[in-house]
């Protein structure tokens, strides 16, 4: 083990925070939740987005207690290693790690397609390997440099879907948003369940810089809930105002359905359509750039517990940001886009985000009872009734997929029974459990 521990530079306000976690996202509004409607049309994909919007308060408004009271850049890996030890925390790491491995490629993917959309003559997925290559050397920058990237490419796609309301708003019909409305009825509702978390996944992310955060953990408090505030507006007006402009059926098979609904109503030569997807670039890039940050940081804090190679923890001595996490993560990134098209990476993606929030949830309630004496700068609101219903949706949501996606959910759990093995057999879960049972006896003591 070296000598010194690896750490991150505190650079992050309020602010910042609010961009990573509404820039995490936002591309969740520019494309894939319209997959939703091939399985469950516009009604049945409103009532799964409510459902989960229900979710995400409870979650995200429990969650940040665990952030708050446990700052660490492995986010709820930290969080399950405190309440269940190894084996939890591993869960939680490879869970949070699917979420962010498998949302790049997807977002990349729409990235290459709007460009696509602008130019036919740039091949898709080759925009979207060159997306990996721009953006990981502009993580490598420094955190700073890449927070102040994200606030200006949120603020600018933030912009951008409010000038899209505007504009199609007098065109939206609510006969059409009713038309086919629920044709595969309420078991489509369940179906749609992993697209309408689409609209939300990876919001946890801003965990992952809880180190590089500025002036105590209040901040983190108000990242979180201006961003899910945010991104609650933006969701349901999107998608209502996109569902009243043409038949869902036209739409739902699209990486770009926000550029062909102005086009549906402008024209696709209107120069207005042409800047719409100009700038619809921008929203994807946020959320792209954001969880870069996520998911480098993610890999980092694995590698500095010990259950990836170390190298993976190597800090640049002059950006403090982590080199071959970043790099890791693109290499990933590139072969899962090349592998499955946009809605499987979209599937398996919020398949290990409903993983994350069910043990995440495990955890605050066993935190609770095993450290109650655990710094608390911000509590759970109607303790245990937030976190039991988001518990509670979270469950309901994981079962839905494994029985609609049994395959995908066969291929996300096979990878950790395959992984789980690999750490039993290697020893690293032996050495790990006997550090960690030091800090616990030194906790209790």
Not at 75 to 80: D, T, V
Not at 296 to 321: D, E, N
Not at 416 to 438: D, P, T
Request: aromatic share 14%; proline share 5%.
């Amino acid at each position: 083990m070296p000598s010194e521990t690896p750490t991150l530079k505190k650079a992050l306000t309020p602010v910042h925070l609010w961009a990573i976690g509404v820039g995490l996202v936002i591309s969740g509004e520019y494309f894939g939740w319209n997959y939703g409607w091939g399985v469950a049309g516009t009604v049945g994909l409103l009532i799964a987005t409510l459902i989960i919007t229900l979710l995400y308060f409870t979650f995200i408004f429990s969650f940040t207690e665990l952030t708050t009271a446990i700052p660490n850049a492995g986010g709820p890996f930290a969080y399950a290693l405190q309440a269940f030890g190894p084996l939890g925390a591993l869960l939680a790491g490879y869970a949070t790690l699917i979420e962010f491995l498998f949302a790049t490629p997807a977002i990349a993917l729409a990235l290459g397609s709007y460009v696509h959309f602008l130019y036919p003559v740039v091949p898709v997925v080759w925009c979207s390997i060159g997306s990996f290559a721009v953006f990981t050397v502009i993580n490598l920058l420094g955190i700073k440099e890449a927070a102040w990237f994200s606030l200006i490419m949120t603020i600018i796609a933030i912009g951008e879907l409010l000038l899209f309301i505007g504009v199609v708003y007098p065109y939206t019909r609510i006969d059409t948003f009713l038309h086919n409305p629920m044709p595969f009825g309420w078991p489509g509702v369940f179906a749609a369940l992993p697209f309408a978390i689409w609209l939300f996944v990876c919001l946890e992310g801003i965990a992952m810089v809880a180190e590089e955060v500025k002036d105590g953990k209040n901040t983190i408090a108000k990242g979180y809930i201006s961003a899910v505030l945010t991104l609650t507006f933006l969701a349901l007006t999107v998608m209502i105002s996109v569902g009243g402009i043409t038949n869902w059926e036209n739409l739902d098979k699209l990486d770009y359905p926000m550029p062909e609904a102005i086009a549906i109503v402008l024209g696709r030569q209107n120069p207005l359509t042409q800047f719409f997807a100009s700038v619809g670039l921008f929203g994807l890039i946020a959320s792209f750039h954001g969880i870069i940050i996520s998911y480098s940081r993610q890999i980092f804090a694995l590698a500095r517990s010990g259950y990836l190679p170390h190298g993976l923890a190597q800090v640049s001595k002059t950006r403090k940001v982590p080199v071959w996490a970043l790099i890791a993560g693109a290499v990933f990134g590139i072969i899962a886009l090349i592998s499955l098209d946009t809605s499987k990476l979209v599937i398996l993606s919020t398949i290990g985000a409903v993983v994350v929030y069910i043990i995440s949830m495990l955890s605050l309630f066993r935190l609770r009872q095993t450290q109650p004496a655990l710094p608390r700068s911000f509590k759970a609101p109607l303790y245990p009734f937030f976190p039991a219903i988001a518990l509670l949706l979270a469950v309901i949501t994981l079962g839905a997929m494994i029985y609609f996606y049994s395959w995908l959910s066969l291929l996300f759990f096979g990878g950790l029974v395959a992984i789980m093995g690999v750490f039993i057999a290697s020893g690293r879960y032996r050495k790990i459990r006997q550090e960690w049972g030091k800090v616990v006896e030194k906790v209790v003591d």
